[in-house]
Structures are given as structure tokens and as C-alpha cells.
């Protein structure tokens, strides 16, 4: 699924037909596009405003051994997060059991909406008696979402690897002040 600011697009209700610049990594975009060795300008034209145009794709995955993985490409924000959401919860109510892998690897930006999408559907899953994992989020996503408390509903990002992200510290009253002797 594609959202342009408010449109969905996809072949299916899980579909993941690319639009714009988020091909999979290591493959050409769709059409010639930048990966062409011979690309025009018009080209470069086409995949800018397609890239321009897409901000948000979800692409759903089921793997052989059954997990369920939603890859998220571009940005999760407030021009994305309703549609976001029902797809998300789509994934969810599709199965009575089992984890939702979201693949943040290739999530370009998240604001205060897009958070909230996150912490809706892992209540969502909660009740529906399964649960959301998420991998590859970034440094500055791991940061906000200690800083806004969000890592209680993700466990997984309070791994010793991911703690030594550090988090910001409001300078100290007593340790700036300078006193006088």
C-alpha cells in the first residue's frame, strides 16, 4: 500500500506495488528511473515527483515459517497516520494469534501522529491478544520514543545495544549556577 497525503494505493488490501523512490534496497526504481545507467532528465523529473508524491508505503510480508512483517518506507505522519493506522490494524485483525513485525528500516521521518499510529496499534494487537515488534528503528526514533515514555509498549528497543542511544539531559539548576565564595 501507497499513501500520497490522504490517497491509498495498492494492488490488494495487503498489496505492496511500488510508487516513487522506495524501491526495495539494492533494486533499480520502477521504470528505468535513477537506476538507469542511460537516465534522462525526464527521468530524473519523474522519479523526483514520484518520490515527492509518495510519503508513505507499506509493503506486508509473510514469510515461509508464518511471521508477519510490515515493511514501512518514507514518512509516518500526520498525512499518513489514519490510513497507516487502518492498514496496520487490517494486518492485526487478520490473525487471532501471533506477533507483527514492523520493519522500520527504511521510515524516513516520524512525528508526534506517527507515534501515536505505533502506540495505538500495539494497544490494538494488546487486545486483540497478539503483539508488535519493531526492528530497525532509528537512533533519533529509539530517543523520542524514550523521551515520551513509548518504550514501555516496546520492550524490544530497550536492548543493551539500543541502550546506549543516549537520551537527553536537562542541564541541572545547582551544577550551572555559579556561586559565589
Do not use: W
Not at 513485525?101 to 497478539?130: I, P
Amino acid at each position: 500500500m501507497t499513501v500520497r497525503a490522504g490517497s491509498t494505493f495498492g494492488d490488494d488490501a495487503f498489496g505492496s506495488k511500488g510508487f516513487g523512490g522506495c524501491s526495495p534496497r539494492g533494486k533499480a526504481a520502477p521504470n528505468g528511473g535513477i537506476g538507469a545507467v542511460m537516465a534522462t532528465a525526464a527521468d530524473f523529473a519523474r522519479a523526483y515527483d514520484g518520490a515527492q508524491a509518495t510519503q508513505l508505503e507499506l509493503r506486508y510480508q509473510r514469510t515461509a515459517d508464518g511471521q508477519e512483517i510490515v515493511s514501512m518506507c518514507g514518512e509516518l505522519d500526520i498525512a499518513t497516520a489514519r490510513h497507516a493506522y487502518a492498514y496496520l490494524r487490517a494486518v492485526i485483525d487478520r490473525e487471532q494469534k501471533g506477533k507483527v513485525t514492523l520493519n522500520l528500516a527504511d521510515l524516513t521521518f516520524c512525528d508526534a501522529a506517527g507515534l501515536g499510529v505505533l502506540a495505538k496499534v500495539a494497544a490494538h494487537a494488546r487486545r486483540r491478544g497478539r503483539s508488535v515488534r519493531l526492528a530497525a528503528p532509528s537512533p533519533a526514533l529509539v530517543r523520542i520514543m524514550r523521551i515520551t515514555g513509548m518504550d514501555e509498549a516496546f520492550p524490544e528497543i530497550r536492548t543493551p545495544v539500543l541502550t546506549m542511544v543516549p537520551s537527553p539531559r536537562q542541564p541541572s539548576f545547582a551544577r550551572t549556577r555559579q556561586h559565589p565564595e
